[in-house]
């Protein structure tokens, strides 16, 4: 439903609810009024007919009419509605109306009384003479009184509900143009075109939107990041592929055009050498664009490091063979838990797969290339040679490659391990072993899921 | 033709000069600049195949330091560049073509061939010289209309001599358009066999002896 319905729908019921508890008020007001008035005049109706009484004693004929003509002129009530009866010492009618109801005699009552006669409520009001000669009854229909309170109100209630709809009208005006800003923002963002970005300007904007119009912004900035992350890394993904597919395009040119047996085989060779090159190019690739998505991926599982440390060694074991490096584990003391944390095992092995391979890559042939857990690190270090600052300070640019290295490599695998080290809370450190030489890489929690 | 090669991927430097010397090339094949630099100056290369992303120094700024030493050996930048500012700035630091991997041997060629075309004032893809027809494109020889058969090595030194048909050409550098560096020392009269081969199957007349100089290539009208 919209804003603006909303509103007038709320405003369709609480208006009437809001008048229906003033009517109440107004005619509980209006009823007390009237009974107050109606009571004076029928205090004084009795006055009068005793005093009436007690100067002629026997004018009972005059008596009689005069009250009651004057409580009838109070506009179109009937002459009916009103009734007097005197009586005397001994409880005997002397007189009243004749033709009216018959007020019921109560000797010893003074004061207003609620009686029904007849089938209809009257407010009577008994009045005892000093002497106790002459007792005098004045009463009136309660419906009388009733058809005035109503009438009261009526006259209220109407302008009231006449206004309504002018109300609504006004208030329909009125949220339209409250919520003009609303209509502009969503005129701006229906017109973008899906790379436009830009932050919606939020110095005008009331300030109920501003919060929304924040937040919209945050979410633009942290979309064009992503985007622009994709855009970069699909440029230097194209720019990467072209050297390898470079090679595979000239060897098979070579191949294609040997003369000898020997020639052509040796070409061959280096053609799947070149194919290897792309295929763990394009393999790396993959994994870190699956990464960048894997925000979510389920960080649940307790990490069991000898599964991983197996499955990692063994995938680097054909590399480390052919350099010939050895590789070595040490574990913590018996009984101490290495590294205990939660995370995700495949990607973990991914993570420790791309470090042993880096270190078996770059590491002089015939050393030895360590892995090492202790409580709260994991450390891979190799025997080759120091990182140079510039090196070290360009680690993990995607794509990077130091200079003059005999090793194909994609240049991607420090960019992965620091995205899953990310992903798991650890932080990635590079630097010399102890002593100076060789590379160690350093993991250690930041804020690790324990 | 000799032509070096500098680029920083074993793998594709090996592809590049197999696939060159295969159709005919004189190849040798550097993975940095100070390298080349120093083959250039110790050798007379006739192309250069220049990739721009090198360990210690781009590709570039070597081109432009060739360039202000004078040096007018015809360059191909070969990269994984493709911008077209970066294809402008290449010609501009002095390149003579510039081409986007990867490409295929036969492309390379063809560009090289032109590119000497160019250096060397020629407008025809035919050489011609007096009788003798040769065609770099497909390395065939016609001497009078009559095709001739030719070694890879002799094709190298008859290109060699035709690339400048007035000039005297010693020794050092015939043996330079013939010989990588990659296999072993050319014995010392290989050249003399090469030249014999050359008038035997062309025409005596074809290369002329400068005693104490060299060789030059002869009038190209044959004996009467």
């Given at each position: 439903?919209?804003?603006?319905?909303?509103?007038?729908?709320?405003?369709?019921?609480?208006?009437?609810?809001?008048?229906?508890?003033?009517?109440?008020?107004?005619?509980?007001?209006?009823?007390?009024?009237?009974?107050?008035?109606?009571?004076?005049?029928?205090?004084?109706?009795?006055?009068?007919?005793?005093?009436?009484?007690?100067?002629?004693?026997?004018?009972?004929?005059?008596?009689?009419?005069?009250?009651?003509?004057?409580?009838?002129?109070?506009?179109?009530?009937?002459?009916?509605?009103?009734?007097?009866?005197?009586?005397?010492?001994?409880?005997?009618?002397?007189?009243?109306?004749?033709?009216?109801?018959?007020?019921?005699?109560?000797?010893?009552?003074?004061?207003?009384?609620?009686?029904?006669?007849?089938?209809?409520?009257?407010?009577?009001?008994?009045?005892?003479?000093?002497?106790?000669?002459?007792?005098?009854?004045?009463?009136?229909?309660?419906?009388?009184?009733?058809?005035?309170?109503?009438?009261?109100?009526?006259?209220?209630?109407?302008?009231?509900?006449?206004?309504?709809?002018?109300?609504?009208?006004?208030?329909?005006?009125?949220?339209?143009?409250?919520?003009?800003?609303?209509?502009?923002?969503?005129?701006?963002?229906?017109?973008?075109?899906?790379?436009?970005?830009?932050?919606?300007?939020?110095?005008?904007?009331?300030?109920?939107?501003?919060?929304?119009?924040?937040?919209?912004?945050?979410?633009?900035?942290?979309?064009?990041?992503?985007?622009?992350?994709?855009?970069?890394?699909?440029?230097?993904?194209?720019?990467?592929?072209?050297?390898?597919?470079?090679?595979?395009?000239?060897?098979?040119?070579?191949?294609?055009?040997?003369?000898?047996?020997?020639?052509?085989?040796?070409?061959?060779?280096?053609?799947?050498?070149?194919?290897?090159?792309?295929?763990?190019?394009?393999?790396?690739?993959?994994?870190?664009?699956?990464?960048?998505?894997?925000?979510?991926?389920?960080?649940?599982?307790?990490?069991?490091?000898?599964?991983?440390?197996?499955?990692?060694?063994?995938?680097?074991?054909?590399?480390?063979?052919?350099?010939?490096?050895?590789?070595?584990?040490?574990?913590?003391?018996?009984?101490?838990?290495?590294?205990?944390?939660?995370?995700?095992?495949?990607?973990?092995?991914?993570?420790?797969?791309?470090?042993?391979?880096?270190?078996?890559?770059?590491?002089?042939?015939?050393?030895?290339?360590?892995?090492?857990?202790?409580?709260?690190?994991?450390?891979?270090?190799?025997?080759?040679?120091?990182?140079?600052?510039?090196?070290?300070?360009?680690?993990?640019?995607?794509?990077?490659?130091?200079?003059?290295?005999?090793?194909?490599?994609?240049?991607?695998?420090?960019?992965?391990?620091?995205?899953?080290?990310?992903?798991?809370?650890?932080?990635?450190?590079?630097?010399?072993?102890?002593?100076?030489?060789?590379?160690?890489?350093?993991?250690?929690?930041?804020?690790?899921?324990? | 033709m000799r032509i070096l090669i500098?680029?920083?991927?074993?793998?594709?430097?090996?592809?590049l000069?197999?696939g060159l010397r295969q159709v005919g090339h004189v190849v040798d094949?550097?993975?940095?600049?100070?390298?080349?630099?120093?083959?250039l100056?110790?050798a007379a290369y006739d192309a250069l195949v220049l990739?721009?992303?090198?360990?210690?120094?781009?590709?570039?700024?070597?081109l432009?330091?060739w360039r202000?030493?004078g040096s007018t050996v015809p360059v191909l930048i070969l990269?994984?560049?493709?911008?077209?500012?970066?294809r402008?700035?290449g010609l501009d630091a002095g390149a003579d073509d510039y081409l986007?991997?990867?490409i295929t041997i036969d492309e390379l060629a063809a560009r090289l061939r032109a590119m000497l075309r160019r250096s060397s004032g020629r407008a025809q893809s035919v050489w011609q010289h007096g009788a003798l027809e040769y065609d770099p494109a497909t390395k065939a020889v016609r001497w009078k209309g009559g095709t001739v058969e030719l070694t890879g090595r002799e094709l190298a030194l008859l290109e060699a001599l035709l690339m400048y048909p007035q000039r005297v050409l010693s020794?050092t550098h015939l043996q330079e358009k013939l010989?990588d560096?990659?296999?072993?020392?050319?014995?010392?009269?290989?050249l003399?066999?090469h030249i014999?081969h050359l008038r035997?199957k062309i025409d005596?007349s074809i290369v002329r002896?400068v005693?104490?100089v060299g060789y030059a290539l002869g009038t190209g009208e044959g004996?009467?």
């Amino acid at each position: 439903m919209s804003l603006q319905r909303r509103l007038l729908l709320y405003l369709l019921i609480c208006a009437p609810l809001v008048w229906a508890a003033a009517l109440l008020v107004s005619v509980d007001r209006a009823r007390h009024q009237v009974n107050e008035l109606f009571d004076t005049q029928m205090i004084r109706l009795a006055g009068q007919v005793q005093a009436t009484l007690s100067s002629t004693q026997n004018g009972a004929t005059s008596a009689k009419q005069a009250p009651a003509e004057g409580a009838a002129g109070s506009g179109d009530s009937d002459v009916g509605d009103l009734a007097v009866a005197v009586w005397d010492a001994r409880g005997q009618w002397v007189t009243g109306d004749r033709e009216g109801v018959r007020l019921p005699h109560r000797p010893g009552v003074a004061g207003f009384v609620n009686e029904r006669l007849d089938g209809e409520d009257w407010r009577v009001y008994y009045q005892q003479s000093a002497a106790g000669e002459w007792s005098v009854a004045a009463g009136q229909k309660a419906y009388e009184r009733d058809e005035l309170v109503f009438d009261l109100t009526a006259s209220q209630l109407t302008p009231w509900l006449l206004v309504l709809p002018l109300l609504l009208a006004a208030m329909a005006w009125a949220v339209r143009r409250a919520l003009a800003p609303v209509r502009e923002l969503t005129a701006e963002l229906q017109g973008r075109d899906a790379h436009d970005l830009r932050p919606v300007p939020e110095s005008h904007a009331p300030s109920e939107l501003k919060p929304l119009l924040g937040a919209m912004n945050g979410l633009f900035t942290r979309i064009e990041d992503a985007l622009a992350r994709e855009r970069r890394f699909t440029a230097d993904a194209a720019h990467e592929l072209r050297t390898p597919l470079a090679v595979l395009r000239a060897q098979w040119d070579v191949v294609r055009r040997a003369g000898s047996q020997a020639e052509r085989a040796q070409a061959e060779a280096r053609l799947a050498l070149g194919l290897d090159n792309m295929d763990r190019l394009v393999t790396q690739m993959l994994a870190l664009s699956r990464l960048e998505s894997a925000v979510n991926a389920p960080m649940t599982a307790d990490v069991h490091w000898p599964a991983i440390v197996e499955q990692a060694m063994g995938d680097c074991l054909s590399l480390a063979e052919r350099r010939g490096i050895e590789l070595a584990c040490e574990w913590p003391q018996p009984g101490r838990h290495p590294l205990p944390m939660t995370g995700d095992e495949q990607l973990l092995t991914v993570m420790l797969r791309n470090l042993l391979d880096n270190a078996v890559r770059y590491a002089p042939p015939g050393t030895l290339v360590m892995v090492r857990f202790t409580e709260d690190r994991l450390e891979v270090e190799n025997a080759g040679d120091p990182l140079a600052p510039d090196q070290l300070a360009r680690m993990g640019e995607r794509f990077h490659r130091p200079a003059g290295q005999q090793e194909g490599g994609s240049g991607l695998g420090v960019s992965i391990v620091q995205r899953i080290a990310a992903l798991h809370g650890l932080s990635v450190s590079f630097g010399p072993r102890e002593g100076g030489g060789g590379v160690r890489v350093v993991l250690r929690f930041a804020a690790a899921r324990r | 033709m000799r032509i070096l090669i500098v680029e920083d991927d074993p793998l594709l430097g090996d592809a590049l000069a197999a696939g060159l010397r295969q159709v005919g090339h004189v190849v040798d094949c550097f993975g940095d600049g100070a390298r080349a630099d120093a083959a250039l100056a110790a050798a007379a290369y006739d192309a250069l195949v220049l990739d721009l992303g090198l360990p210690g120094g781009d590709g570039m700024v070597w081109l432009g330091r060739w360039r202000a030493r004078g040096s007018t050996v015809p360059v191909l930048i070969l990269t994984a560049r493709d911008g077209v500012e970066q294809r402008v700035a290449g010609l501009d630091a002095g390149a003579d073509d510039y081409l986007v991997k990867p490409i295929t041997i036969d492309e390379l060629a063809a560009r090289l061939r032109a590119m000497l075309r160019r250096s060397s004032g020629r407008a025809q893809s035919v050489w011609q010289h007096g009788a003798l027809e040769y065609d770099p494109a497909t390395k065939a020889v016609r001497w009078k209309g009559g095709t001739v058969e030719l070694t890879g090595r002799e094709l190298a030194l008859l290109e060699a001599l035709l690339m400048y048909p007035q000039r005297v050409l010693s020794r050092t550098h015939l043996q330079e358009k013939l010989y990588d560096w990659s296999g072993a020392e050319p014995e010392s009269n290989t050249l003399e066999v090469h030249i014999h081969h050359l008038r035997r199957k062309i025409d005596p007349s074809i290369v002329r002896t400068v005693r104490g100089v060299g060789y030059a290539l002869g009038t190209g009208e044959g004996a009467t």
